[in-house]
């Protein structure tokens, strides 16, 4: 589909009717059978395959600066920019940040990840063209606004932008002043994606996360009325003290917003992987029945408002270039979750940045400190990885076709990797279970997971998974 065509109207209701299988197909007790037999194992996301427990030190900054002098002129890239410093600590968090008052930390480690930029651009030339520009974290808008603008000029300086970039950044709404959102703006940025998780005061108090309905819709306005327009709002279930009820109330007010997409992810409880999860009392979080109930109750809020369900957990208003994306066959899934990059490069910028070539995976030190001396040294900060083998490539577009479309037809992934894929269902125990529980159906070499059960698909995808074991305590629950 082209950009700024429109979904037909019989294809938004074929995605609606497949959202909507609880209501029409609902079977409670079925369900609580397959979440008491499934929904407790720890797994994956599958935002990569390989997944990053696997990543070694035998890919180390040499092989990686091989990589990027590989890159032909016609590459399509990526680059995603790790900015890990907040304010505060949210105890939910999963990811690399750690917490600042002052803003010299952030502006020293800034000026460390403008010397990589120039460092990575030296090994790449301008081979890439760079159609993506993500900012995570942390909380990237936590630099000055003037450090933002020179961020944003050195890219465009060292790597190949274009008109139609699109550049991303992930927001606090709590410390998000006016004068971020005019450099946003001035910057490029066309999509802004805030982080809400619940607005009941009793979860946020729980999750050290105070943030009013009232402060988040401030900032949408504030971006909007700067000229950008897509919004994305995340939220979180099975928090500590969240109900059914609070969840909805949570949807509801952010509905009211009318962001573009929502993210609604299922909170990963694994504190010996992050120590600050242990200041959430695990007595009060909810089971796999009770989050399940949350999940579903979220989505058909969302559903009932007029969004579609993008894959497992991302939701988004028909004329979103998610949708058109899913109803076309282009949905993609990277480190992001679900996105529309097509990129064959993803270039990993700052502390615990993970990047993927068409050789395989990198990531960066995790530790600022560590990274900063790398850099200083006039070194890549790539630290470990992984080199995929052609096997890798087809289990990782069977698990990615599986995670966006529920379905996967592995002769035509075969056939995409010159080899025959029905080694991957042969003497597939996990697969054969969930096939014997209605879960999954095989006809013709096509793999398909039910609509009313969906919710396991990541219990699908671990079937296709050949390094699964070993490490799920860095996994949160598949439902």
């Known amino acids: 589909m082209r950009r700024g065509e429109s979904i037909l109207p019989e294809t938004v209701s074929f995605i609606r009717g497949l959202c909507d299988f609880r209501r029409i197909q609902g079977d409670d007790d079925m369900t609580t059978r397959l979440l008491e037999k499934y929904g407790a194992a720890r797994l994956p996301r599958y935002t990569s395959y390989p997944t990053a427990p696997l990543f070694s030190p035998a890919v180390d900054a040499r092989d990686y600066a091989g990589w990027l002098a590989a890159l032909t002129p016609d590459t399509r890239a990526a680059l995603y920019l790790h900015v890990p410093f907040c304010r505060e600590m949210c105890w939910y968090c999963g990811c690399h940040t750690s917490i600042t008052r002052r803003d010299e930390p952030v502006e020293a480690y800034l000026a460390a990840m403008m010397q990589e930029?120039?460092?990575v651009a030296g090994f790449a030339g301008d081979n890439a063209i760079v159609d993506d520009v993500h900012f995570g974290g942390g909380t990237p808008t936590i630099m000055?606004?003037?450090?933002?603008?020179?961020?944003?000029?050195?890219?465009?300086?060292?790597?190949?932008l274009h008109d139609d970039t699109t550049i991303a950044v992930e927001i606090d709404p709590r410390t998000l002043t006016r004068d971020m959102v005019f450099a946003l703006a001035e910057g490029g940025v066309r999509r802004a994606s805030l982080g809400v998780q619940s607005f009941d005061p009793h979860v946020q108090q729980a999750i050290?996360?105070?943030?009013?309905?009232?402060?988040?819709a401030d900032a949408i306005g504030d971006l909007r009325r700067a000229g950008i327009q897509s919004i994305n709002v995340d939220l979180i279930y099975g928090l500590p003290h969240q109900t059914e009820r609070s969840c909805v109330d949570t949807a509801r007010d952010a509905?009211?917003?009318?962001?573009?997409?929502?993210?609604?992810f299922g909170y990963a409880h694994v504190p010996s992987f992050k120590r600050h999860q242990r200041l959430i009392d695990e007595s009060i979080l909810p089971g796999a029945r009770e989050r399940d109930a949350q999940a579903e109750a979220i989505a058909?809020?969302?559903?009932?408002?007029g969004y579609l369900r993008i894959g497992l957990d991302h939701y988004a208003l028909p004329e979103d270039s998610l949708a058109q994306a899913q109803a076309s066959g282009r949905l993609r899934r990277n480190f992001?979750?679900?996105?529309?990059?097509?990129?064959e490069a993803l270039i990993g910028l700052g502390a615990s940045a993970i990047g993927q070539m068409?050789?395989?995976?990198?990531?960066?030190?995790?530790?600022?400190?560590a990274y900063q001396r790398r850099i200083h040294a006039g070194d890549l900060a790539t630290v470990k990885g992984y080199v995929l083998t052609a096997e890798d490539r087809l289990r990782a577009l069977v698990i990615e076709r599986l995670m966006c479309d529920f379905r996967v037809d592995l002769a035509e992934a075969g056939r995409l990797h010159g080899m025959d894929a029905e080694f991957l269902i042969a003497h597939n125990d996990r697969l054969d279970a969930l096939c014997a529980d209605g879960v999954v159906t095989i006809d013709a070499g096509v793999v398909s997971v039910?609509?009313?059960?969906?919710?396991?698909?990541?219990?699908v995808a671990a079937c296709f998974d050949a390094y699964l074991g070993g490490t799920a305590r860095t996994h949160g629950q598949a439902a």
């Open 450 to 459: 039910r609509g009313d059960h969906r919710f396991l698909i990541r219990n």
């Open 255 to 264: 509905i009211a917003m009318r962001p573009d997409r929502f993210a609604v």
């Open 358 to 369: 068409p050789q395989g995976f990198i990531q960066n030190e995790v530790s600022t400190h």
């Open 117 to 119: 930029v120039a460092c």
């Open 300 to 305: 058909q809020t969302l559903i009932d408002a």
């Open 144 to 160: 000055r606004p003037e450090a933002f603008l020179n961020v944003m000029q050195a890219l465009r300086r060292h790597f190949r």
């Open 208 to 216: 050290n996360r105070v943030q009013s309905a009232a402060r988040t």
């Open 336 to 343: 992001q979750g679900y996105t529309t990059d097509a990129s």
